[in-house]
Structures are given as C-alpha cells and as structure tokens.
C-alpha cells in the first residue's frame, strides 16, 4: 500500500510536470469555466426567470459545470496517454515495477489537479454574484468528484489502449458518450421538464446522482443525494480502475 | 539468469489462433551476451516481451533473474532493464526530468536517483542536455538517453528490443561502445533482438536463430557458420576443361555444380583450400579465368537452416 501510494505520487509527479513546466495551458484552462459560467449564466437565469430558480441561478448552475470540468479533464486521460502509446515512452514506464493501479490514479490525479484551483476560482468568483460559500461542503464535493474522476480517467485509459491502432476511435467514443452523458445528467438545463425517455436514461446514468449530490453540497447541505452521489462515485472509480488495469495487463502492445 | 520451459505464446487474430511463441526452452548463464536473430514476425520481441513481464505466456514457464514471471512480475520488473525498439522518454518532458523520474519508479530515493543519474548522464555523454526537452534531442542522443533509463537502476540483466533500428552507422557503432563498457565494467547480461545479421555476428557470442516462433539453431556465430554453411569457392575455366577442373575440385571440397564454365564447390577453411586447388589445376593445364571465396555470414546460415533468406523479411 506504501509503495502504491508512492508510485501514484511519482506518475503524478511526472504528468504534472507538463502543466509546470508549460503554465501557459493551465492559464488557458483556468478562462474557460469562467468563459462559460459568464456566457451560460445570464440566459439560464432568463428562462428560470422568477421560479425557484431565480433566487440564486448561480447556486444551481455552478456546480453543474465543476462537474461538467471534471469529466472533460479526466475524460481526456486517454488523449494524452495515445502520444506515449505512439512513442515508447509507456511501454518505458510499464517495464518499470511501478504498481498498476498507480499507473492509473496518478494519470487522473493530474488531470483533477487543475480541477481544484478551477473550482477554487470559479466559486471565488461567484461570490459577489450572490454565490454562498461553504467551504467543508464544497471540499467534501470536490472529494467525491475526484473518487468519481478516478474511474473516468481509467475508463479514458482503457479507452485510449483499446483505440491505440487507430487513435481517431478515441475521440468519436469519447465525444459520442460525453455529450449525452452531460446533458443527460441534467448539468446544463433541468431535465423535470423533459420526456420521460429522458428522466429514464437519466436516472441510469450515474453522472445525474454526482451532479445532484454537487448541487446539495454546494448549497450547503446534507442529503440522501449526497449518499447515492457518494455510491455512483465509489462504483465508477471501481469499475474504472478494475476495467483499466485489466487493459493494461492484459493488451500485448 | 534465465531458464524457460515450453514457453508459449498464441494470440487471436479473429477466429484464428495465431502462434508467435512455440515452445521455447531456453538458458542464459550469468554475463553472457545473446543476439536473438530472425526476420520480423518470427516471435523474438514476444519472446523479449514474455521475458519482461510485459506480456503473459500462454504456457510455460520463465524464471528470470531469480524470479517467476507470472508469480512475481514486478519483482522480475525491478531486476531487469527493457529498452524497448522506440524513443522510451516522452517527447515534451526535459531529459533530467525523466532520468531522474524513471529512478523514483525504480524505488530509489531522491538523492539516489540524482546520483544515479548524474552518473548516467556523464558516462553516455548527455551533458549540459539535462534541461533540454527531449524531442529536440538529435537521433543518437535519443538512444543514449533511453540506454540512460534502462539502467538507472543499476540491473544486473539488460534486454534490448532491436536497439539499432534506423540508426547511421556511426551511431550504432557508438552505442555499441556504450553496451561493451556496460558488459566490461559491470559484467551486466545482455539479451538482444536483431535483424541486422551483421550485428549479430559481430557484436554477440551466442547467436540464437529463431523463426516462427521456435529456436532453429543456438551457438556461436563462427560455429553456426562452420556447421551450417561452410565456404564457397567459385572459379570460371574454358567450358573444355570443365571435367577436368572438376575431378580436380572434388578432391578439395563437395563440388555443387557448374554453370556455362563456373564450377562451384563447398569446403571447409575455404581460405586455407583456395591456393592449393589453384595450383592443382595449373598442373592439371586448366588455365583459370576467375576465382573467389565467398565465405559465409549468417544469412547463408538461415538460408541453409530455413531455405528462406533473412534479407527478405528486414524492412525495406
């Protein structure tokens, strides 16, 4: 367990140093939540218009896209995983008695890191917009998104070892399944109003239960949301690294 | 430093089962240095790779450094070095970077891993690129920096997956200098794949031929070559004296054939038979237009033992 957690440390280590030793694209990352809080913030607030969500638009909204930031993050692990898959740098470091699962965790990590001062920012930002603050209780939500980041990234990185002879497959599934899977989380606008087709596939998707425990936790409260948020978090962060490290012991590359 | 048993690899290509590894039973005795021959697709990097850990056997078994793959393969991981055929460091990190990362994957510590790769750095003459990214690093120094990698650790077995692929000559040859030295100041072991028979002749002491996936001969260069192949001697006489310069050659080797006035023979230290065949047929008034002695590499020996040629299977 010791060695594991170093060895996680050490891949992390070693994928964030593309973010320090290159700031210029984490500035860049760090624009475009707040780019789409601005531009998607004034017209949700419109069709809400005086319903219960006019009170704090913000308070609803924000939280669906730091969810929104961690599965674009994390469901890009594969992407940059298919430049080394192209080169021999990952067969480099599998030859190297670093522990599987490590391989896997550190890869998310690095791309949840990001995430935290993104969402540091953002809500920091949202404050004087009538944004309430709690900090323990967006902490506690950040943790479950990162449990929840974990699995995703794994996935990306099955992904990305099953797509190695053709990289373009990577992105057509990835881009095939984030798109439903966000909107059908009800991230971006209230899917009560939708068809039931709609409430149906979302229920199954375990994407909703992580937005609505975020929502319940970003408004400072506990709820029963806040459980099953926490039980989709733990199922996707199993399956993942279970699917992921299969990928990686089993593919002859 | 190994020892196999009916090691065995197939994979599924569709619905048909594909064998890349047949039955390899195979012994490397501590500090010997072994070339893996065969064209491509023949079952040497699966080999390499099963000896590494990185891929399971279907059946059999290998003990590597000490240890079973398949019981203990990060165990297996921690004593070898891989050196894989392509760039091993990425392309947008700095070399001490990764030099120094690829230590702390190998468990040292930090101060560890920064001695080593001091060390490493000045013995494969890398430095003052330490700060460099790797991708602008030129052809040669790529392939010192991932030799740097693979023995951060100091392993007493290194495996080579066709280390000289594309490189110049020039290169090769210096990477060669690098692996001698390793060999000479270490006693490190040393198992390579190659298509490059002049490689393995040179360079190995033990040549392992392998083709469709199973080991077809196991020795010396010189010994593979002797046994195998032996020399050729080829001389050109007037179409008259062909039966006469016959009789004269069969007394000093195997005669094969002869063609429109060239006879063909094989013969044992064919450099020593030479002078002497020529002087017989002077005696025997056969005026002789052309000779050589075409001595034997190891495509000859893979021709003989495969009917195929090597050259055919190298990338054009």
Redesign the interface.
Same mark, same amino acid.
């Given at each position: 367990m010791a060695?594991m957690l170093?060895?996680t440390r050490?891949v992390w280590?070693?994928e964030s140093? $593309?973010i320090w030793?290159d700031p210029f694209s984490l500035i860049f990352s760090l624009l475009q939540p707040l780019i789409f809080l601005a531009l998607f913030g004034p017209l949700l607030s419109g069709i809400a218009g005086e319903g219960d969500l006019g009170t704090s638009s913000l308070q609803w909204f924000l939280p669906g896209v730091v969810v929104m930031i961690t599965m674009f993050g994390t469901s890009m692990v594969g992407s940059n995983l298919q430049?080394?898959l192209m $080169?021999?740098?990952f067969? /480099?470091?599998?030859?190297?008695?670093?522990?599987r699962p490590a391989l896997l965790v550190g890869r998310a990590l690095k791309e949840l890191t990001p995430l935290v001062i993104q969402a540091a920012i953002i809500t920091l930002v949202a404050v004087p917009f009538g944004f309430e603050l709690f900090p323990a209780h967006i902490a506690l939500g950040l943790l479950l998104l990162g449990l929840f980041g974990v699995g995703v990234g794994s996935l990306s990185y099955a992904l990305a070892i099953a797509a190695r002879k053709n990289e373009w497959v990577f992105w057509a599934v990835q881009q095939t399944l984030l798109f439903p899977l966000l909107i059908l989380s009800g991230m971006m606008l209230p899917l009560d109003t939708g068809p039931e087709w709609m409430q149906v596939l979302s229920k199954l998707n375990p994407l909703t239960y992580m937005v609505e425990a975020e929502r319940v936790l970003f408004t400072g409260s506990l709820g029963i949301e806040v459980l099953w948020g926490a039980v989709a978090a733990c199922a996707t962060a199993a399956i993942g690294l279970w699917v992921g490290i299969r990928s990686v $012991? /089993?593919t002859?590359? | 430093m190994i020892h196999t048993e009916k090691l065995t690899r197939s +994979?599924r290509v569709g619905k048909e089962t594909v064998e890349a590894v047949r039955g390899v039973d195979l012994d490397v005795a501590p500090g010997e240095l072994v070339a893996f021959l065969g064209p491509n697709g023949a079952g040497k990097s699966?080999t390499l790779?099963m000896l590494?850990s990185?891929? &399971?056997p279907t059946s059999g078994t290998a003990r590597v450094a000490g240890l079973d793959v398949l019981a203990d393969p &990060? =165990?297996v991981?921690?004593r070898i070095g891989?050196?894989?055929?392509?760039?091993? &460091? =990425? @392309?947008?990190?700095?070399v001490w !970077?990764e030099l120094f990362?690829?230590g702390? +994957?190998?468990?040292l510590s930090r101060s560890e891993a920064t001695d080593r790769g001091r060390e490493l750095v000045s013995s494969l003459a890398l430095d003052g690129m330490e700060l460099r990214k790797v991708s602008s690093l030129s052809g040669g120094q790529k392939r010192r920096l !991932?030799i740097a @990698?693979?023995l951060i650790h100091s392993p007493e077995l290194l495996f080579l997956d066709e280390p000289s692929t594309g490189m110049d000559p020039q290169n090769r040859a210096n990477l060669w200098e690098h692996i001698i030295r390793l060999r000479e100041q270490h006693g490190t072991t040393i198992v390579l794949t190659t298509h490059y028979l002049e490689e393995a002749d040179t360079m190995s002491e033990r040549v392992v031929v392998i083709d469709h996936g199973r080991i077809i001969a196991d020795d010396t260069a010189a010994r593979l070559k002797a046994k195998q192949a032996g020399d050729r001697i080829t001389f050109t006489v007037w179409p008259a004296d062909v039966p006469r310069a016959r009789e004269v050659a069969e007394r000093a080797g195997e005669v094969t054939g002869d063609v429109s006035g060239t006879v063909t023979l094989r013969a044992e230290s064919g450099d020593r038979v030479l002078p002497g065949l020529l002087s017989a047929l002077a005696n025997q008034q056969v005026a002789v237009q052309a000779a050589t002695l075409h001595q034997p590499t190891l495509d000859d020996v893979f021709l003989s033992l495969t009917g195929r040629s090597l050259r055919e299977g190298v990338d054009a």
């Open positions: 060695t170093a060895d050490s280590v070693r140093l $593309t030793r430049y080394e $080169t021999g740098a067969e /480099r470091i599998l030859a190297t008695p670093l522990s $012991t /089993r002859d590359f | +994979f699966t790779k590494t990185l891929l &399971a &990060a =165990g991981r921690q891989y050196i894989g055929q392509n760039t091993g &460091a =990425g @392309l947008s990190y700095r !970077d990362l690829q702390r +994957f190998y468990g !991932d @990698l693979g």
